[in-house]
């Protein structure tokens, strides 16, 4: 299973959305890992907030959760863009499949191991051709 970037900001919340995604993952037994983009999405974020924010005292927190992020991510499991990932983006990119970038690439990593995504997403990820995409929120 992998997470999509809506999953994995429902997992680490302290809800009940989050804690009964916890516990449906663990039920499940399955290897669950995210790819490099989740990160990379929520890394641009942080990277824009700390550029926005002229005070440097202002900064500190940016930087502390930037940092907190920074330790979430290494716990899990992340999938590369690797040259597989990168041709079939190609083969979507011809098949002329509108999603935005960032999620056509995760779909090109899931597609290119054939893995299942949980996404909450429905509506795109049901648009790329033979993905596995469930919602588990």
């Not at 299973?1 to 663990?26: M, N, P």
């Not at 499991?77 to 990168?86: F, G, I, R």
């Amino acid at each position: 299973l992998v997470l999509d970037t809506d999953h994995i900001v429902e997992f680490d919340r302290a809800t009940s959305q989050g804690a009964a995604l916890r516990q449906r993952l663990q039920a499940s037994a399955k290897d669950i890992a995210i790819t490099i983009i989740t990160p990379e999405e929520q890394f641009r974020g942080w990277l824009a907030q700390i550029r926005r924010t002229q005070d440097v005292h202002r900064q500190v927190f940016a930087y502390e959760r930037f940092e907190q992020r920074i330790d979430f991510f290494s716990a899990w499991k992340v999938l590369s863009w690797t040259s597989d990932a990168a041709d079939v983006l190609m083969g979507l990119r011809r098949q002329r499949i509108r999603i935005g970038t960032m999620d056509l690439k995760i779909a090109s990593i899931v597609l290119s191991l054939g893995a299942t995504l949980l996404s909450r997403n429905l509506r795109d990820f049901q648009q790329v051709p033979n993905l596995q995409v469930e919602d588990w929120l």
